[in-house]
Each structure stands twice: as structure tokens, then as C-alpha cells.
């Protein structure tokens, strides 16, 4: 059995995805977890081939799956015969995880929200808890509690999210170099950037920019 996007609900439904790995379309991924907790929800995944029983996450990779299909009762001569007619990769590097929004700015409801449009202004400099926790005025141990409440995240991991945000926006809409994006992005080392890039968002900056770049650059637009 095989679900294209949100077909993975009518899955779940009839317990068929029960005790399995599933994914679906990321943007309803966490409402497939909360009504079937039964079901082992992986939204970053393209497809979950789970031998008898395989989901895809959007349309588009329902075709991923579907090419997968083929590769696996026919042979990668045949599935890349397919490819080549779709005009389709065979198959695509990465995973959901490079189209998933990562929310930046909460909307906390405490009046934290200077407090937030602070740290996304000084992504470049070394945050800490307890900067953030003297810059509003609040124990550290409140000011954990009020990260968990509005984002459901620790301040670090919330810290880190928000400049991987900035850093796929600056791929997507800029020349910056990945040593430059790195920089503003507070991600260190263009290393240590490339290293946690790709474990979060399943592919490498220099792959991500040619994804979704906005508008092609010309040669030498790249800026320090």
C-alpha cells in the first residue's frame, strides 16, 4: 500500500501505519503524530519504504516514491529510463527537511517580544542564557520556562533554529559567501556551519542555494 502526501492519514486511519515509520506532507506532519501516537511520524523524510506499506511526503515526492517503486521491482536501468521521460531526478539528494519553515519570532503573550526581536538582531554575536535572562530582566530558570511555553524549545535550540532560518534565507536571497553567511549567522566556522546545515536540514549550503536561490547570480557576485 502506498500514500501520496496527506493520503498517509486515511493510512493511519485504518491502522495500517500502526508500529510503522510514516511520513507525509511536512506542514501537517505533527497533526498526523497527535491523532495516531501509534504511528512513528518522520517529517523530514521524502519517503519511508517500509516494505509492504510506503507514505510520501508531497506531491511531488509521491512522484520520489513512485520512482522508488520502480528502481526497486525493476532495477536503476529502467527506473532511470522513467526518470529521464518525466524529466525527473531519480533520485533527490535530501529530505523534507529542506522545505520545512523553521518559525523564528514566537508570539509570546508574556511581553518577551523585545526580548526576541533582540536576540534575531545579534544572531552574529555569541549568545548565551544568561545574556538573554539579564537582557529581560528574568532568572535564567524563567527565562527557560518562557522559551519552553512560546516556542517549545530550549533558548539554545530556539537560538540555533532561528540562524539556520536566517542562514536559508541569506542562501536563498544572496551572494554572501558560506564563510559570510556563517559570520552573520553566528554559525561559526564555515565547518562547523556546513556540519550542522546538513545534519538539520539534510543537505549542504552550497545545495540548498542552487535549490532555491532566488534569482540566478552572475559570475563574481559573491561578496565577502
Same mark, same amino acid.
Given at each position: ?6 493520503? $498517509?492519514?486515511? !493510512?493511519? /486511519? &485504518?491502522?495500517?501505519?500502526? @508500529?510503522?515509520? *510514516?511520513?507525509?506532507?511536512? #506542514?501537517?506532519? +505533527? ?51 522513467? $526518470?529521464?521521460? !518525466?524529466? /525527473? &531526478?531519480?533520485?533527490?539528494? @535530501?529530505?523534507? *527537511?529542506?522545505?520545512?519553515? #523553521?518559525?523564528? +519570532? ?65 542562501? *536563498? ?52
Amino acid at each position: 500500500m502506498v500514500s501520496i502526501c496527506t493520503g $498517509a492519514f486515511a !493510512l493511519a /486511519a &485504518a491502522g495500517v501505519l500502526d @508500529g510503522r515509520r *510514516a511520513t507525509t506532507h511536512w #506542514l501537517y506532519a +505533527r497533526t498526523l503524530a497527535r491523532k495516531y501516537p501509534q504511528v512513528t511520524v518522520r517529517p523530514g523524510e521524502l519517503y519511508i519504504d517500509e516494505g509492504r506499506v510506503l507514505t510520501s511526503g508531497g506531491v511531488t515526492a509521491g512522484l520520489d516514491l513512485c520512482l522508488h517503486l520502480v528502481h526497486r521491482d525493476h532495477g536503476p536501468r529502467v527506473a532511470n529510463q522513467l $526518470a529521464r521521460l !518525466l524529466v /525527473a &531526478a531519480p533520485h533527490r539528494t @535530501g529530505g523534507q *527537511a529542506q522545505f520545512i519553515d #523553521l518559525p523564528m +519570532r514566537p508570539q509570546p503573550s508574556d511581553g518577551s517580544a523585545k526580548l526576541y526581536d533582540w536576540a534575531l538582531e545579534n544572531l552574529h554575536h555569541p549568545l548565551t542564557v544568561g545574556q538573554l535572562a539579564r537582557r529581560a530582566g528574568v532568572s535564567r530558570r524563567t527565562l527557560i520556562r518562557r522559551f519552553h511555553a512560546d516556542t517549545g524549545l530550549p533558548p539554545m535550540r530556539w537560538l540555533l533554529d532561528a540562524r539556520l532560518a536566517r542562514a536559508r534565507e541569506l542562501l *536563498a536571497t544572496s551572494g554572501l559567501t558560506v564563510e559570510a553567511v556563517a559570520r552573520r549567522c553566528g554559525l561559526g566556522t564555515p565547518a562547523n556551519f556546513r556540519t550542522l546545515f546538513k545534519a538539520r536540514v539534510g543537505v549542504p549550503p552550497s545545495v540548498y542555494r542552487d535549490t532555491f536561490l532566488s534569482v540566478p547570480l552572475p559570475p563574481g557576485a559573491e561578496t565577502a
